[in-house]
């Protein structure tokens, strides 16, 4: 069973618990502090543990889980994007009052997310999938005295529902045709069996995993609920479902897509190369009609969410290295550019409209550098590591003969830099309004910590890319180990 290989989710697990306990439990106001305090250092000592567990493949009960160097580097992605929502809770309203739950619910989601990316089974995947969004189904509708976040907790739960029986359908087909809902066992089969690749069974299995998998990254044209979705959740659930979603995700296509069923790639590389085509150009083009910067963010993820399937579309380790790699920088620019929305949430009201960010960069110059550098990451300008990020994903199109992806990106990515620099440009290039100014509440370092934090993670991983790309490297080719 080799059950001590499957320490990490041991540790998130019992912080999950023990925080939603702390939710029954009466506390003095001395220890108000403790679920964030839980929650904290369960992440903590997870990371720690992942870090250690770094190494060749274990395999723990009966081939159910794989803790190897791919599931672990994404378990590298997905904690601290997790820890970074639980420091932006420090003094968030949503969080007021059910502090314990909002800790639990993110540390469950957060387990979700690791479990599905050391998914070695399709039902263990499920699972793992399922967790994270009944979790954030809950997180999206937290703030319950707002109207915004009870229509968001309702339209996330409608469109997940109908993800989750696409994907069980789905891998109901893929069990059918291969017998086995084994991972390693699905790769087997079908490496042995002649004519396999056209099967219908299989290439309806594949377009419904597809499909449902499309829903969880927020792909054209199954993103339908991820504007208002974003929107209306409380900012620090937006910054998780932007990250530690996306992460998970594109694990779980990495695993489906790079690792399972590479040996029929000619039927899905075509679709899924068609999905990052028509997600790059939706994505960008509506983010240019945004005049809300958390739902031009969220549109900006779907495009993003394009930029990513490059990496599964492509369907090699090269591919799946880009990806992980832009994944690291991806989070990064993203959890720092949220921590400045809800920095600016938190002075003034309407506090997420481009409106309220006019000469901010004067009146706060370090937040305007920050948002600054995250903006022009996300837009892919050289030398930061979004650049070197997208540089690697259309690198490894080309090399796959899938030029055209390439071309599509590089024009959206174009387009993306106009809506980015739109809101720099608000930022410096006016002079700050008083009355927008007007500090309402006092933002909690933690924010500002993670803003920090994110925007040097962004110059750093540009730094030094290549020992992070070696990494990757290692944790690519993991998913082909038999």
Not at 167 to 172: N, S, T
């Amino acid at each position: 069973m080799n059950a001590g290989a499957a320490l990490t989710l041991y540790v998130m697990s019992a912080a999950t618990v023990l925080a939603l306990v702390l939710a029954v439990v009466p506390l003095p106001a001395a220890w108000r502090r403790l679920p964030e305090w839980v929650g904290c250092i369960g992440i903590v000592a997870t990371l720690a543990i992942a870090v250690v567990q770094w190494g060749d493949r274990q395999v723990a009960f009966a081939g159910e889980l794989h803790i190897d160097r791919f599931s672990l580097l994404l378990t590298w992605i997905i904690l601290p994007a997790a820890l970074a929502v639980i420091l932006f809770s420090w003094g968030e309203p949503a969080a007021a009052g059910r502090r314990a739950e909002f800790v639990g619910l993110v540390l469950a989601a957060a387990t979700g997310m690791m479990l599905t990316v050391m998914s070695g089974d399709l039902i263990t995947l499920f699972i793992g999938i399922e967790l994270l969004s009944v979790a954030l189904y809950v997180l999206c509708a937290i703030e319950v005295a707002r109207a915004r976040s009870l229509e968001s907790g309702i339209k996330y739960l409608i469109t997940g529902s109908i993800g989750t029986a696409i994907l069980i359908y789905g891998f109901a087909l893929l069990y059918g045709v291969t017998g086995t809902t084994s991972l390693d066992g699905v790769t087997a089969r079908l490496a042995t069996i002649d004519g396999m690749a056209s099967d219908p069974l299989l290439i309806a299995a594949i377009v419904l995993i597809v499909v449902a998998l499309g829903f969880k990254a927020s792909a054209v044209p199954f993103h339908m609920w991820t504007p208002d979705v974003y929107q209306g959740a409380p900012t620090p659930v937006t910054a998780f479902m932007g990250t530690g979603t996306k992460a998970a995700a594109m694990g779980a296509f990495l695993l489906l897509f790079t690792g399972a069923t590479q040996q029929v790639s000619g039927d899905w590389r075509a679709l899924i190369g068609a999905l990052a085509v028509v997600t790059m150009v939706v994505g960008n083009v509506g983010a240019l009609m945004q005049q809300n910067v958390k739902r031009m963010l969220a549109w900006s993820s779907i495009a993003q969410a394009g930029y990513l399937l490059i990496g599964v579309a492509v369907g090699t380790t090269a591919g799946a290295e880009a990806l992980i790699y832009y994944l690291f920088a991806y989070v990064a620019m993203t959890l720092a550019a949220f921590a400045i929305v809800i920095l600016r949430e938190r002075e003034v009201e309407s506090g997420d409209t481009l409106g309220a960010f006019t000469g901010f960069g004067r009146a706060r110059p370090w937040a305007g550098v920050v948002m600054t550098i995250t903006l022009l990451g996300l837009a892919g300008f050289p030398p930061l590591a979004g650049f070197i990020g997208k540089f690697l994903l259309f690198g490894s199109a080309v090399d796959a003969g899938m030029s055209w992806l390439a071309i599509v990106g590089a024009l959206a990515s174009v387009v993306s830099v106009v809506y980015y620099l739109r809101v720099v440009i608000v930022m410096w290039s006016q002079a700050p309004d008083g009355q927008r100014t007007a500090r309402r509440v006092r933002v909690p370092a933690s924010v500002a910590a993670v803003a920090v934090a994110g925007a040097a993670a962004i110059i750093a991983l540009a730094i030094w890319a290549q020992p992070m790309l070696d990494l990757c490297a290692d944790a690519a080719r993991a998913l082909t180990i038999p």
